[in-house]
């Protein structure tokens, strides 16, 4: 078993900048890919950003490329979100999984409770 906590979620004006991080314990040797999910109010669960962990090569969803990195340090998965808009408001999600290729549609068996971003116009 894998547990994923998120954190560093909190309101922030338009412009702005954030850092996610997501602590990973457990069975971490089980999965290959991690990545960034968000679930705006009202709106399917979306997926963000991904990174392969064996050599960092990392994916990024359109709306977030350009604007949001992912990045790992040993057990700790990161995101740092810059330019933030009011649609980049919700639940955001960490995932960690081993199936199939690595990105952000890819099949996560693990999942975090997800901290919540808010930004304001």
């Known amino acids: 078993q894998v547990q994923l906590v998120e954190s560093g979620g909190e309101s922030v004006q338009a412009g702005g900048s954030l850092r996610l991080s997501c602590s990973a314990s457990?069975?971490?040797?089980?999965?290959?890919?991690m990545g960034w999910f968000r679930q705006a109010p009202g709106k399917e669960r979306e997926g963000l950003a991904a990174?392969?962990?064996?050599?960092?090569t990392t994916f990024y969803s359109d709306s977030v490329k350009g604007r949001f990195t992912i990045s790992q340090v040993e057990s700790t998965l990161s995101l740092q979100m810059n330019s933030l808009k009011p649609e980049d408001t919700g639940l955001y999600y960490c995932?960690?999984?081993?199936?199939?290729?690595?990105?952000?549609?890819?099949?996560?068996?693990?999942w975090g409770q997800g901290t919540q971003v808010t930004v304001s116009s």
């Open positions: 990174i392969f962990t064996p050599d960092g």
């Open positions: 995932a960690a999984g081993r199936g199939g290729s690595c990105s952000p549609q890819a099949h996560f068996s693990y």
């Open positions: 457990g069975d971490t040797w089980s999965y290959y890919c």
